[in-house]
C-alpha cells in the first residue's frame, strides 16, 4: 500500500503570529527582524508578511536593503515567547491527527496518514481539516503538502503558500516537479545551485531524467540524495526522535467498508503483529489495550480495558480486542477501519506473559 504523509509548515510564522495579535498590521508589510534605523541599522530579517515578499524582502535579507526597498513597511523586533507559545499550540493540534508525528523546526512537523487513508483525496482532506483547526485556534495560517515520502511533502508544502494544500501522488509528482527550479529541493540553495547549472541541470525534471551512475559520477553522496529524493526514493519514517513514547497504535482502513468477521479478524492480527515489532524492540510493556473501531459515515468508537499489572503478550491483546469488539458484533454496520492501540507504558518491567486465566481486569 502506498504512503501518506503530510508536511505541515507555518506561514510567515513569526509575522503572522504579530499580525493575530495586532489586526491592524493585516494586509501591510510586517517586517520581523532587526532595528532598521532608517536605514542605518545592522542585522538581518527574520521573516516577513507576504506583502512585504511582493517588494523582494526575504528572510535573512540585510535590514538596511528591506529598508530601503519598503521604507512604509511595519518593522518588529521579534517575541519568541510568544512564537514558541503558538509552535506548541500548533504541534499540539497536529499531533491529533497522527501518532507516527515528528517536527521539524519551530514552525514545521511531518506527520504519517497511511494507516487513516485509502486515497490521496482523503489524505486531502486531513490536511483541510488540519488547516482549518489551526486557524480556529491558534488564528494562524499553515500551509501542508501531501506526498508518498517525506521529502516530497517538503517540497509540496512550499508550492502554494500562503494557505495552500498541494498534493503529490506517485502518479502525479513527476511532472508537477519537472519544471521547478532545483533549489525547491531541500538541502539545494544558492551556493551548491552553480555546481548543477554548471552542468547544465536547472530543473527538478533535468535531474531526475540524468542516470544515478552520472549523478554520482559528477556530485557524489549529495547528488545521489537529491536524485532519489526527484525520483521517489526516500524511505525514512516520520518518528519523533526525543521524548518518550505514550502510546503504541495502529489502525487499517478497509478497501471497501465490510461486515465479514475473517476480515475484520484477519486484520487485527495484522495490525497486533505490526504493533507487537516495536513493542518487542523496545522491550516495552503496557496496561491499556484500547480497540478502535470505525463505522461507515466515520462512526467511531473505542474501548479500553487496564489491567492491574505490565503485560507484554502479543496473544493476550488479540483476546482482549476480540472480547471488547463482542459489543459491537451485532451492529448492522459495515466496518470502515479497526485500530489497536497499547498505552500505560512502563520500559523493561518484569511484563507478564499471560493467559486468559490470570485474565483480571479493572
Ligand atoms: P520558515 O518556515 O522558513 O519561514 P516562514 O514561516 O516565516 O515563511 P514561509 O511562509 O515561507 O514558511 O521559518 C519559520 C520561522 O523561523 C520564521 O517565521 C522566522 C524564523 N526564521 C528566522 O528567524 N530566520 C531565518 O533565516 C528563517 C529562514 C526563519
Ligand atoms: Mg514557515
Given at each position: ?34 532595528d532598521p534605523k532608517e536605514g542605518k541599522g545592522r542585522g538581518v530579517i527574520s521573516t516577513c508578511s507576504y506583502e512585504a515578499r511582493v517588494f523582494g524582502l526575504h528572510s535573512g535579507m540585510p535590514i538596511s536593503q528591506a529598508y530601503r526597498r519598503c521604507p512604509h513597511g511595519i518593522y518588529l523586533r521579534p517575541n519568541f515567547t510568544r512564537y514558541l507559545k503558538a509552535s506548541k499550540k500548533v504541534m499540539k493540534i497536529i499531533k491529533q491527527y497522527s501518532e507516527d508525528f515528528q517536527q521539524g523546526g519551530i514552525d514545521e512537523a511531518y506527520i504519517e496518514v497511511s494507516d487513516k487513508c485509502r486515497e ?243
Amino acid at each position: 500500500m502506498g504512503r501518506f504523509i503530510l508536511h505541515c509548515d507555518l506561514d510567515c510564522f513569526f509575522a503572522a503570529v504579530e499580525i493575530r495579535d495586532n489586526p491592524q498590521y493585516k494586509g501591510k508589510p510586517v517586517i520581523i527582524g532587526a532595528d532598521p534605523k532608517e536605514g542605518k541599522g545592522r542585522g538581518v530579517i527574520s521573516t516577513c508578511s507576504y506583502e512585504a515578499r511582493v517588494f523582494g524582502l526575504h528572510s535573512g535579507m540585510p535590514i538596511s536593503q528591506a529598508y530601503r526597498r519598503c521604507p512604509h513597511g511595519i518593522y518588529l523586533r521579534p517575541n519568541f515567547t510568544r512564537y514558541l507559545k503558538a509552535s506548541k499550540k500548533v504541534m499540539k493540534i497536529i499531533k491529533q491527527y497522527s501518532e507516527d508525528f515528528q517536527q521539524g523546526g519551530i514552525d514545521e512537523a511531518y506527520i504519517e496518514v497511511s494507516d487513516k487513508c485509502r486515497e490521496f483525496s482523503e489524505a486531502k482532506m486531513i490536511a483541510e481539516r488540519i488547516q482549518k483547526d489551526i486557524c480556529e485556534k491558534v488564528g494562524i495560517g499553515i500551509s501542508i503538502g501531501c506526498a508518498p515520502t517525506k521529502s516530497l511533502a517538503k517540497i509540496a508544502s512550499d508550492l502554494n503558500k500562503p494557505n495552500g494544500i498541494t498534493v503529490f501522488t506517485s502518479e502525479n509528482y513527476k511532472e508537477q516537479l519537472k519544471d521547478l527550479d532545483i533549489t525547491r529541493i531541500p538541502g539545494i540553495g544558492k551556493k551548491s545551485k552553480v555546481y548543477f547549472y554548471n552542468k547544465g541541470i536547472r530543473t527538478i525534471g533535468n535531474l531526475s531524467d540524468i542516470s544515478l551512475n552520472h549523478i554520482i559520477k559528477f556530485f557524489g553522496k549529495q547528488g545521489k540524495w537529491v536524485w532519489q529524493i526527484v525520483n521517489g526514493i526516500d524511505n525514512r519514517k516520520v518518528k519523533e526522535f526525543h521524548g518518550k513514547r505514550k502510546s503504541i497504535s495502529a489502525e487499517r482502513t478497509f478497501f471497501t467498508d465490510t461486515y465479514d468477521f475473517n476480515e475484520i479478524l484477519s486484520r487485527f492480527e495484522t495490525i497486533n503483529k505490526k504493533i507487537h515489532k516495536t513493542v518487542n524492540k523496545n522491550q516495552i510493556s503496557y496496561k491499556t489495550i484500547t480497540l478502535k473501531i470505525r463505522f461507515e459515515r466515520f462512526q467511531t468508537f473505542t474501548r479500553s480495558r487496564t489491567f492491574p499489572y505490565h503485560i507484554q503478550d502479543e496473544k493476550f491483546v488479540l483476546n482482549t480486542i476480540l472480547d471488547l469488539f463482542k459489543e459491537f458484533s451485532s451492529n448492522k454496520k459495515k466496518i470502515r477501519l479497526v485500530g489497536i492501540k497499547l498505552s500505560n507504558f512502563e520500559k523493561n518491567h518484569k511484563a507478564r506473559q499471560t493467559n486468559l486465566l490470570n485474565y483480571v481486569c479493572i
